[in-house]
Nanobody, 122 residues
């Protein structure tokens, strides 16, 4: 069973950086690809980045490309999303998800966290 919990969100200023964490309390974390998504008010959830179990080449979406880095530490059952140069339009709920494939498609992810709110003030 995969149970994901995000943390690290909060209120930040434009230009700041933030590292979001995704922790799995189960025992199968290392078997799954981990993806990060976000959903802003009134918008659809969008793909940000994904990292597979062992492939050193993560997948990045267009929204934060060049401003984010995804990583994972299987020994700690954690994945991270570092976001730099935050902008007010980055305000959203950020979710991590676990799936079997390195994919950008939301429906391919099987397990989801509850999300963590990131608010960027100008």
């Amino acid at each position: 069973q995969v149970q994901l919990v995000e943390s690290g969100g909060g209120l930040v200023q434009a230009g700041d950086s933030l590292t979001l964490s995704c922790e799995d309390s189960g025992r199968t974390f290392k078997a799954y690809t981990i993806g990060w998504f976000r959903q802003a008010p009134g918008k659809e959830r969008e793909f940000l980045a994904a990292i597979s179990t062992s492939d050193p080449s993560p997948l990045y979406g267009d929204s934060l490309k060049g401003r984010c880095i995804i990583s994972r530490d299987n020994a700690k059952n954690r994945a991270y999303l570092r976001v730099n140069s935050l902008k007010p339009e980055d305000t959203a709920v950020y979710y991590c998800a676990a799936g079997a494939f390195l994919a950008t498609v939301e429906r391919l992810y099987l397990y989801w966290g509850q999300g963590t709110q990131v608010t960027v003030s100008s």
